[in-house]
C-alpha cells in the first residue's frame, strides 16, 4: 500500500502561477522577447526571474480571496521593485482572474466570465495605481475618454468613480476589435481575454497539453503559433498596426497547417507545428528592427498556467 503521507499534494495555484512565469521567460526562441538566451539592451533574463518572485504576494493575495485589483496592484508593485522595471505586467493582469477561478476550482471560461464580471469600481482603481509602479507602454485613449488615460494613475480616480466603471468596463474600452484592414487599430489583446472569457489562453492551453518536449520548448512553440495568430497589441502600440500584422505574417510562415492557427477545433490532433530554427532567425530579426511582440508573451504566460492546473508537468 502507498504511504498517503507521499503522495504529492494538490497544487497550489501561486506556485503554478510563479512556475508560469519562469517557463514562459525561459522559453526560446521567442522572437523578439527576452527569453534564456537573449538579452535585451535595457531588459535582461534576470529581471524577470526577480519579477515572477516578486509578484508572488499578489499572487497569493488573488489566491486567498482578495479583490482582484487589490491582488493586481500588490503583485505589479512587488515585481517592480524585485526586478527594478516592467517584466510582467500583462502577465500579472491576466494570472489575477485565473488564479481567482482555479482557487475556486473551476478554472473555465464561464468561471471566468463571472470572476471579471465582478469586478468594481475600487479594482478599477486599483489597476489604474498600478501605473504608478512601473512604465507601461499604452496607446492614447479616445479624446472623449481622456480623463480616463491609465497614464494618469491615481489621478483618474474621480472620473472612475463619477461614471461607476469597474475594471472589465475599463478592460472593454481597449477591447473592440478591429476592423481587418490594414491600418485598422489592433485590440487590446489581454483585454479581450478579460471581456471573452480567456479563450485564446483556453485554446492555447490545450495544445500545450497535447505538445510534446520540455514545457519551454512548448512556450516557444505557442508564442510562434499566437502570434501568428493575431498581430500583438505591443508591437502595433510602438511601431503601428501595419508593422504589427506584418510580423504576424513573418511569424505565420512558421507555422504548419497555417489554415489552423487560429482554429479552436483543431483536439482531434497534434497542435500545429511551428519551425523553432526559422523562430530563431526571425529573433534576431526582431531584435534588430526593434520589434517587441510582449503581449503574445503575456498570452503564453496564461496558457502556461492553464496547462498546469489541467495536469501538464515540467520534466514529463
Not at 96 to 112: F, G, H, Q, T, Y
Not at 139 to 165: F, H, I, T
Not at 181 to 204: H, K, L, M, Y
Not at 258 to 279: C, F, I
Request: with cysteine; proline share 6%; net charge negative.
Amino acid at each position: 500500500m502507498t504511504d498517503p503521507t507521499l503522495q504529492p499534494p494538490a497544487r497550489d495555484p501561486t506556485d503554478d502561477a510563479v512556475l508560469a512565469l519562469l517557463l514562459e521567460v525561459s522559453g526560446t526562441p521567442k522572437p523578439g522577447n527576452v527569453d534564456r538566451t537573449r538579452d535585451l539592451d535595457d531588459l535582461h533574463f534576470e529581471a524577470f526571474l526577480g519579477g515572477a518572485v516578486g509578484a508572488r504576494k499578489g499572487l497569493e493575495m488573488a489566491a486567498t480571496g482578495n479583490s482582484l485589483g487589490t491582488a493586481f496592484e500588490r503583485a505589479v508593485a512587488g515585481m517592480a521593485d524585485r526586478a527594478g522595471t516592467n517584466t510582467q505586467f500583462g502577465c500579472l493582469l491576466l494570472l489575477v482572474p485565473l488564479i481567482a477561478a482555479a482557487s475556486k476550482d473551476d478554472l473555465s471560461p464561464e468561471s471566468l466570465d463571472r470572476v471579471t464580471r465582478s469586478s468594481t469600481v475600487d479594482d478599477a482603481v486599483a489597476f489604474y495605481r498600478a501605473f504608478e509602479h512601473v512604465d507601461v507602454a499604452v496607446g492614447d485613449p479616445p479624446a472623449e475618454a481622456a480623463d480616463l488615460d491609465v497614464r494618469r494613475g491615481g489621478d483618474a480616480e474621480p472620473a472612475l468613480r463619477e461614471r461607476g466603471l469597474s475594471l472589465r468596463d475599463v478592460l472593454a474600452l481597449s477591447a473592440t476589435p478591429d476592423d481587418g484592414g490594414s491600418e485598422g487599430d489592433i485590440p487590446d489583446r489581454n483585454a479581450q481575454e478579460w471581456v471573452e472569457g480567456f479563450p485564446r489562453t483556453f485554446r492555447e492551453a490545450d495544445r500545450i497539453r497535447r505538445d510534446s518536449g520540455p514545457l519551454t520548448d512548448r512556450a516557444a512553440r505557442t508564442f510562434v503559433r499566437q502570434l501568428a495568430a493575431e498581430p500583438d497589441t505591443l508591437v502595433a502600440t510602438n511601431h503601428g498596426p501595419a508593422v504589427a500584422r506584418d510580423a504576424s505574417r513573418r511569424a505565420a510562415e512558421l507555422v504548419g497547417q497555417t489554415s489552423e492557427v487560429n482554429h479552436t477545433n483543431d483536439a482531434g490532433g497534434a497542435p500545429p507545428s511551428v519551425d523553432l530554427d526559422g523562430a530563431e532567425e526571425l529573433a534576431e530579426a526582431f531584435v534588430a528592427e526593434g520589434i517587441n511582440p510582449g503581449t503574445t508573451a503575456d498570452l503564453t504566460c496564461a496558457a502556461l498556467f492553464v496547462a498546469l492546473r489541467r495536469g501538464a508537468e515540467v520534466g514529463r
